[in-house]
Each structure stands twice: as structure tokens, then as C-alpha cells.
């Protein structure tokens, strides 16, 4: 199953949030054992992890990500390199013109190299800035 959802005014980490919310509320429809949240926003996943961390604007969204996890038997938040979600990459792209979330029983065109690519461990080189 694949999620898509267009995150307006993604100018910081607030996309981030909206996205694992949103995902995590249509996992718990499917299974309630277990839920791998991966994202290439270091600091998204680092306050998910740690629930000491002060938060500010974002309370609420982390808030509610803690409690859709919880609701699993186990929820594990990963950061992965951004040249290692490609899947995920691929799929932001097709959702930028989307206004509402959709859910889709197939993956679309395009995606069927990249999870190949992902599931047989191709290493990707990385961008330098």
C-alpha cells in the first residue's frame, strides 16, 4: 500500500509531521502489530525518538504521532539518508500538485525500479553540498 498526501506550506518540519501523523492513522486501519516510520529528517525523527525534547510549535502533531504509535504493538521511528528514500522521494514528487490524501492499492508507474532497487540494498552514492 502506498500514501500519498501533499503537505502545504512545507517550509520546515511541519510537513514532516503531518505526513507520519497522517500515515500512522491509516496503518492503524490495516494492522495493528507493527509500524516502521522511516523519513530522511533527521531532527522529525529525532524528537519522535525522544520525548524529552522540547518541542514548540510542533507539540501537538509530535503529540498526536506518540499516540497513533502507541497504539501499535511496536512503532519504530528510523532516519534513513535522503539518497536512501528514494522511494519516498519519487512519491512527493507525483503527490505536489494533490490537494487531498489518497491511498492506492498498487504502486504507481515509476516506483516498481526503486523498490527493487531498495529491497535488493543498492547503495546510492551520496550528493556533497
Known amino acids: ?13 511541519n510537513g514532516f509531521y503531518w505526513g507520519i501523523r497522517e500515515g500512522l492513522k ?4 490495516i494492522t495493528k502489530s507493527k509500524a ?16 524529552t525534547t522540547a518541542r514548540g510549535e510542533y507539540d ?7 499516540l497513533y ?7 519504530i521511528f528510523s532516519h534513513t ?11 512527493a514528487n507525483l ?7 489518497t491511498i492506492l492499492d498498487l504502486p504507481p508507474p515509476g516506483l516498481a525500479p526503486l523498490v527493487l532497487a531498495d529491497s535488493a540494498a543498492v547503495k546510492f552514492a551520496r550528493a556533497s553540498c
Open 95 to 101: 503527490g505536489v500538485k494533490q490537494v487531498e490524501m
Open 60 to 66: 501537538v502533531l509530535i503529540q498526536d504521532c506518540w
Open 81 to 91: 539518508l535522503r539518497e536512501g528514500n528514494q522511494c519516498a522521494d519519487h512519491m
Open 26 to 29: 491509516v496503518m492503524l486501519d
Open 1 to 13: 500500500m502506498v500514501i500519498r498526501k501533499r503537505c502545504h506550506n512545507n517550509v520546515s518540519n
Open 69 to 75: 504509535a502507541l497504539m501499535f504493538q511496536t512503532c
Open 36 to 51: 516502521v516510520v522511516e523519513s530522511d529528517c533527521i531532527s522529525a525523527i529525532s524528537m519522535l525518538k525522544d520525548k
